[in-house]
């Protein structure tokens, strides 16, 4: 368990088990990096790097995209900042910039809070707690949140990890998601409508090459395991190796980003594999939108578990 201030991503925060060691930082309370030995499984950052490309950052109170910010809610209408401008869209929450702090610690496990404020666009009030633990199992986060406000309150959640598979590329991966529809999105990456991917190129269902294939995709009508939870896979070609990404049955939509879109040494390096707990602009459609009542907390977990070849 070490403690490390950094200059642009706050305090960093290491948590170690049964050779698996992971790092979350203050700034966002972002899970900045996640090794197994010498493996480098999730494709982090530096301390003092600006949180790129959303890497490991908590999307919430929303994931995802809201069409030009704006949403209606009890009957009142809201504006949100569009923090997505080129394609006039809300993106990703109002934590991700946020400094979290410390609510516990253990040489496997550190848990953070922070505390939403009501503001201009979401006058809802929230406490946010995140506990991130470590084992020869892999990685898990066991999220809270709790209304402490007096009316209903929208939420979402989903988090953006990049995982990887060192010297394997993106195209030669092989992908499982467990989705048997995809959202149909426009060129702002918003739904227009849901499409069956059975035996269509997007079917994932059965392990399958990435190819050329360029995904910023969602995924729904899952698969569900005996848990009632599901869980996407990358692995690389033969028996080398694997990392799947597993969320409770709390979340119900899958997002898989092959970086196509990302500049520099990041451009298709990683994939990012998003479980979320509903589709983009559910606080203007209102499907699988969470409403928090006054007092009220809700829970979900999610995890990574890396298999060596």
């Not at 966002?28 to 010498?38: D, I, P």
Request: glycine fraction near 12%; include cysteine; hydrophobic fraction near 40%.
């Amino acid at each position: 368990m070490t403690n490390v201030v950094a200059a642009k991503s706050g305090t960093q925060w290491t948590i170690e088990a049964d050779g698996h060691r992971a790092t979350v930082a203050e700034v966002g309370g972002v899970l900045r990096g996640y090794s197994v030995g010498e493996r480098e499984v999730l494709d982090g950052f530096g301390p003092d790097v600006i949180t790129p490309a959303s890497a490991g950052t908590l999307l919430a109170p929303w994931p995802n995209r809201i069409r030009d910010g704006a949403y209606s809610f009890g009957g009142t209408d809201y504006q949100l900042p569009l923090t997505e401008p080129a394609r006039h869209n809300a993106i990703h929450g109002l934590v991700n910039w946020s400094r979290w702090k410390l609510a516990d610690q253990a040489k496997d496990s550190v848990t953070l809070e922070y505390d939403l404020p009501a503001q201009v666009g979401y006058p809802f009030p929230l406490t946010l707690r995140t506990r991130w633990s470590i084992s020869a199992d892999g990685l898990r986060s066991d999220q809270e949140v709790t209304n402490t406000g007096d009316t209903d309150a929208p939420w979402g959640f989903s988090v953006h990890p990049y995982l990887q598979l060192p010297g394997v590329a993106v195209d030669d991966i092989l992908l499982r998601v467990p989705g048997r529809s995809k959202i149909l999105a426009d060129a702002r990456l918003l739904p227009i409508g849901a499409v069956k991917v059975t035996g269509t190129e997007f079917d994932y269902t059965e392990p399958r090459r990435i190819g050329t294939a360029v995904l910023d995709t969602t995924w729904g009508d899952l698969v569900a395991e005996e848990d009632g939870g599901s869980s996407v896979t990358i692995a690389a070609p033969g028996d080398g190796g694997s990392v799947t990404v597993w969320g409770d049955e709390s979340f119900k939509w899958w997002q898989v980003f092959t970086g196509d879109t990302l500049h520099g040494e990041r451009f298709r390096r990683s994939v990012a594999i998003e479980p979320m707990t509903c589709p983009p602009d559910a606080f203007r459609s209102g499907r699988d939108l969470i409403v928090l009542a006054p007092g009220t907390t809700w829970r979900a977990s999610w995890g990574v578990r890396p298999a060596q070849g």
